[in-house]
């Protein structure tokens, strides 16, 4: 499953900067979002809030840039583009990137999608929570959904939800770990400012 996972992300990451290329190009954006939100770390397998939650909230703040290529197929826009994430968790800093991947609904909103990777300075609630998290990984795959709402040319407000874990529960487990980890879900809202690099 180890081989199956690589050749899966690494197709997804080729056709994420091919799709673009091929289609009419518009414009390049950076996109800089401020996030607040809470999370739950899962006493059993749980993706997005799916799943027996634990009861104790995490808090969390973060920081976040995608720089995005936009583009049209057809009259559908698109957008996709890498991303990288600072945040801090329970006072546990973590550092994420990977591939943001979206489409325009409508004149004034956005829908997400995000996967990459994310590695965090120590084991998320490790000691204050009462589950065991002696196994929990420092690394781990980061999946996000979100939605963003259009204030004004450059401006916009955000919603969202998210879900780190090692992926051992759908056997792809293949990033450096210490032991199991069930992972950890959040919501966040935030506020975001656009920036045009290149085109329109």
Not at 72 to 90: D, Q, V
Request: hydrophobic residues 40%; charged residues 20%.
């Amino acid at each position: 499953m180890r081989h199956e996972a690589i050749v899966f992300v690494s197709l997804f990451l080729a056709a994420t900067t091919a799709v673009p290329l091929a289609a009419r190009s518009e414009n390049i954006t950076a996109d800089i979002e401020l996030r607040l939100g809470i999370g739950v770390i899962p006493t059993t397998p749980s993706m997005f809030f799916l799943g027996t939650e634990e009861s104790r909230p995490l808090s969390l703040g973060s920081i976040q840039v995608d720089l995005l290529e936009h583009f049209t197929i057809g009259r559908a826009t698109f957008f996709a583009g890498p991303y990288g994430r600072f945040s801090l968790i329970e006072k546990t800093t973590q550092y994420a990137g990977g591939v943001t991947v979206g489409y325009r609904a409508t004149r004034k909103i956005d829908i997400l999608m995000q996967i990459g990777v994310a590695w965090s300075a120590r084991r998320i609630g490790e000691g204050t929570l009462t589950i065991d998290r002696r196994g929990q990984s420092q690394w781990t795959y980061d999946l996000g959904l979100g939605l963003r709402y259009a204030l004004g040319d450059t401006t916009y407000l955000a919603v969202g939800v998210g879900h780190l874990s090692n992926g051992e529960q759908v056997g792809m487990k293949m990033l450096p770990s210490n032991g199991g980890n069930v992972g950890v879900d959040y919501a966040f809202v935030g506020v975001g400012k656009r920036f045009n690099l290149f085109g329109k």
